[in-house]
């Protein structure tokens, strides 16, 4: 049994096909920088409404527009998406026995390059539009007071009930694919691979070696002499440069969200709060030597500055005394210390204390 699971989760002598936790991996690496770059936005345009706004407003499309920069690049430069390429990863042409042997440096074949495009950056950006969607119909649905008198009220109203079960169904024509891939019944983890042409292979030792020989091959290249050429060699170095930059930025970003996904994870947050928590103050202490301040009455309910039953107990969040409200109010503004302590402290920090019974 135990060499059969160890089958299921590494590849077999002379084998180049990642194993399950590759692939969901590399998956998982796209999915978690989508909302952690929208985090980053919302934050900057909450700040400063004026000059990020639109970034909120267009996150969609702007997010789509750079993630079709770095896969294009990624695809035509190494054969592989960049969490493929993250991950030691290649895209290999189905049923082309010479491709097989071509290395990741050579990039995609065009048809496949841009069905890789359409499958990785088109349809997630589709998805996403979908989902919001379908979100402002139901809460349209659920707050709107008028009958569905329209053909196109009944309509959506039915797309809102079917849309659950062909959510379910595309994500178990996924489950399914991957249990096949576990199981070795198939060479594809996911159907839109299939539907590309592709698979997943892993990074020879050649491939390697081709990708970090062909930026100097790329420097030694002669300049363009036509105008024509020129202009094109600019736009490549200006899209390569900004594809170039996003991965950079990307590959630091991915050990930071790894990161922050191992401190906010549940396992860790007990150490979190044992790291980070603050140690417990001491008790205030009674100055009774200074003239100025009261003794504490003996009688909990009784007002330690006019030494009647407190009325409207309010409590002095600096030492935790409590007092009555208007007693506590006028010291507190013309002495700004605690009647009991004298620490330092300021109207701001009473506090209105309100009884069961109230």
Not at 177 to 206: C, E, N
Not at 290 to 298: I, M, Q
Not at 299 to 305: F, G, Q, R, Y
Request: glycine content about 4%; hydrophobic content about 40%; proline content about 6%.
């Amino acid at each position: 049994m135990a060499e059969y699971g160890a089958h299921i989760t590494t590849a077999s002598v002379g084998d180049d096909q990642p194993s399950i936790f590759e692939v969901v991996a590399q998956d998982s690496l796209m999915t978690a920088v989508r909302p952690a770059l929208q985090h980053v936005v919302k934050v900057l345009a909450e700040s400063n409404p004026a000059h990020w706004g639109f970034l909120w407003r267009w996150f969609d499309e702007i997010f789509t527009l750079l993630d079709l920069l770095l896969q294009q690049h990624y695809l035509s430069k190494a054969s592989a998406s960049f969490s493929e390429n993250f991950y030691g990863l290649k895209r290999v042409v189905m049923g082309d026995s010479h491709r097989s042997q071509t290395l990741a440096s050579a990039g995609l074949p065009t048809k496949h390059l841009w069905k890789s495009v359409m499958f990785l950056v088109l349809l997630p950006y589709l998805k996403v539009k979908l989902e919001k969607l379908v979100s402002s119909l139901r809460e349209e649905d659920e707050y709107s007071i008028h009958p569905p008198s329209s053909h196109w009220k009944r309509f959506y109203r039915a797309f809102l009930a079917a849309y659950p079960f062909v959510n379910m169904a595309w994500e178990g024509w996924f489950l399914v694919q991957q249990l096949q891939y576990i199981l070795g019944k198939s060479q594809h983890h996911s159907p839109l691979l299939r539907l590309a042409g592709v698979r997943l292979s892993r990074l020879t030792v050649q491939d390697m070696q081709a990708l970090e020989q062909r930026p100097r091959a790329n420097m030694m290249q002669q300049p363009a002499r036509s105008i024509s050429e020129k202009i094109k060699s600019a736009l490549k170095k200006t899209v390569g440069g900004v594809a170039l930059s996003l991965s950079t930025g990307l590959s630091v970003g991915v050990f930071f969200l790894q990161f922050l996904d191992w401190w906010y994870s549940m396992e860790n947050q007990e150490t979190i709060k044992s790291l980070t928590a603050l140690p417990t103050p001491p008790p205030p202490v009674h100055l009774d030597y200074n003239s100025d301040s009261p003794l504490l009455p003996k009688m909990k309910t009784v007002c330690p500055l006019c030494r009647k039953t407190r009325v409207n107990d309010t409590v002095l969040a600096t030492s935790g005394y409590v007092f009555c409200y208007r007693c506590v109010f006028n010291y507190v503004r013309s002495h700004q210390a605690c009647p009991i302590t004298g620490y330092p402290t300021e109207v701001q920090h009473l506090i209105k204390l309100y009884s069961p019974e109230n």
